[in-house]
Structure formats: structure tokens, C-alpha cells
């Protein structure tokens, strides 16, 4: 069992900065994916960042492309979610997640075993 612990989330205005961190403890890998899914309120949840913590090798989600950065420590147990220029869109609960399952496409919407609890991202002038 992987325990996800998230902080960072809050209120910023358009065009601001948040810095999500993500922390994995208990049976972790450090060839795991780990990432950042998103679900607002009347929307699916959207995979929005994730890196393979073996090679580091990412992907995002079209929306965030340019201005979003996902990143991890040299432990390879914490991630961070660097999001820059926010608008409105990008309000949601934002969730960390790791454990793909095999198969599994690395931004879908069921393609993790370990989810965090969230933490709330709002966009608002």
C-alpha cells in the first residue's frame, strides 16, 4: 500500500503560479509513475501530468502543455506539480496518484491503484 500525501493547492488570481507537492510513503517503487489528475466540479477527472520515475520521462494533458512542469526529487518519492499562467479552466480538485496498472494508458482516468486525498486549486480574479 502506497500512502499519497498532497499540499500546496489555494486561490490565485489568472495568471498566477501554485506549486503542488506530492509525497509517497509505505510500499513505494522508484520505478513507479507517479502524477497529478484533476476533476472539476460537473467534469471528468482529466490527467493532467505524469512522470515515470525510472528514465523521468513525462506527459501532459493538451491544456497544460507550456505551462505546467512535473518533476520529482532524487528519492524518487516526492513529486511537484509547477503550474504557471492558471486560468479559470484549470480550478479542480487536483489528486496525486501512483501505481499504474499494466496496460493502462499513463493519463487515463482508472489507470492507478494510489490515489491522494486532493487538494483544491482555484483560479479566480
Known amino acids: 500500500q502506497v500512502h499519497l500525501a498532497e499540499r500546496g493547492g489555494g486561490s490565485v488570481q489568472p495568471g498566477g503560479s501554485l506549486r503542488l507537492t506530492c509525497t509517497a510513503s509505505g510500499q513505494t517503487r522508484d520505478d513507479d509513475y507517479m502524477g497529478w489528475f484533476r476533476q472539476a466540479p460537473g467534469k471528468e477527472r482529466e490527467g493532467v501530468a505524469v512522470?515515470?520515475?525510472?528514465?523521468?520521462?513525462?506527459y501532459y494533458t493538451d491544456p497544460v502543455k507550456g505551462r505546467f512542469t512535473i518533476s520529482q526529487d532524487s528519492a524518487k518519492t516526492t513529486i511537484y506539480l509547477q503550474m504557471n499562467n492558471l486560468n479559470s479552466e484549470d480550478t479542480a480538485m487536483y489528486y496525486c496518484?501512483?501505481?499504474?496498472?499494466?496496460?493502462?494508458?499513463?493519463?487515463?482516468?482508472?489507470?492507478?491503484?494510489?490515489w491522494g486525498q486532493g487538494t483544491q486549486v482555484t483560479v479566480s480574479s
Open positions: 496518484v501512483a501505481g499504474r496498472k499494466f496496460g493502462h494508458h499513463v493519463l487515463g482516468p482508472n489507470s492507478y491503484y494510489n
Open positions: 512522470i515515470d520515475s525510472g528514465p523521468g520521462t513525462t
